[in-house]
């Protein structure tokens, strides 16, 4: 069965700063990847997702992530974070042929002024 | 105004009683999910219904019903079998069930006093 692992619970980071939230994920083929935010209370909003192609893929708010098949990494990066980035970051994985998304724990993130 | 609504967005039960979350989408989506979300667990899903009458148990379905009657509909009843209820909930769809990103509603946090 797929899983994924966010290694880091919580982080923080001063404004202004740049920051990088990890993503490991356990399955056979080439897995379709996500990154959701999700502030205090609220539903998830997908930042960006990775099928194929170039490995690096930008999504919105400044965000990027990196695939790295040998390492089966799907990092999450932001050069300089802005206050409004604090929140929780969910990385999640989906079999290519699949219908289900299967979730990290989440990595939350704290923004120092 | 297209959306997700999940009502409401606080809900308190006395143990023992069933109660039913409301998921409504004027998306025209196909497909919903319902997710469980638990500090660090990340969200682990339910059920789903990928078209109207019709619907496939997740990874933690025990204690908990759904019923698919309408395309735009899918309520989630958590019954008194289910044994920790006291949770986030949170709703999503696709607009076809192999589709590539799902949407999120705001959620509805359930305690059970």
């Known amino acids: 069965a797929q899983s994924v692992t966010q290694p880091d619970i919580h982080i923080t980071v001063s404004e202004g700063a740049s920051l990088e939230l990890r993503c490991n994920y356990s399955?056979?083929?080439?897995?379709?990847l996500f990154w959701y935010v999700q502030s205090p209370g609220q539903g998830l909003q997908l930042l960006l997702k990775?099928?194929?192609?170039?490995?690096l893929v930008q999504g919105i708010k400044g965000f990027e992530a990196e695939f790295k098949r040998s390492q089966s990494s799907f990092n999450l990066r932001k050069p300089s974070v802005h206050w409004s980035d604090a929140a929780e970051y969910f990385c999640a994985v989906r079999e290519a042929a699949g219908n289900k998304l299967t979730f990290g724990g989440g990595t939350r993130v704290l923004v120092k002024p | 105004d297209g959306g997700i609504t999940q009502s409401p967005k606080y809900l308190f039960r006395k143990e023992g009683q069933n109660v039913t979350l409301s998921c409504e989408q004027n998306?025209?989506?196909?497909?919903m999910y319902w997710y469980r979300q638990d500090p660090g667990q990340g969200l682990r899903l339910i059920y789903y219904?990928?078209?109207?009458?019709?619907?496939q148990k997740g990874d933690i379905a025990e204690g908990y019903s759904v019923s698919r009657e309408k395309k735009e509909s899918f309520p989630l009843t958590v019954t008194s079998a289910q044994k920790n209820p006291t949770a986030f909930y949170l709703c999503?769809?696709?607009?076809?069930?192999?589709?590539?990103?799902?949407?999120f509603g705001p959620g509805t946090r359930l305690t059970v006093l």
């Open positions: 998306l025209n989506h196909d497909a």
């Open positions: 399955y056979g083929a080439t897995p379709y």
């Open positions: 990775y099928f194929s192609g170039d490995t």
């Open positions: 999503a769809t696709k607009p076809t069930p192999f589709g590539n990103e799902q949407f």
């Open positions: 219904s990928q078209i109207v009458n019709d619907f």
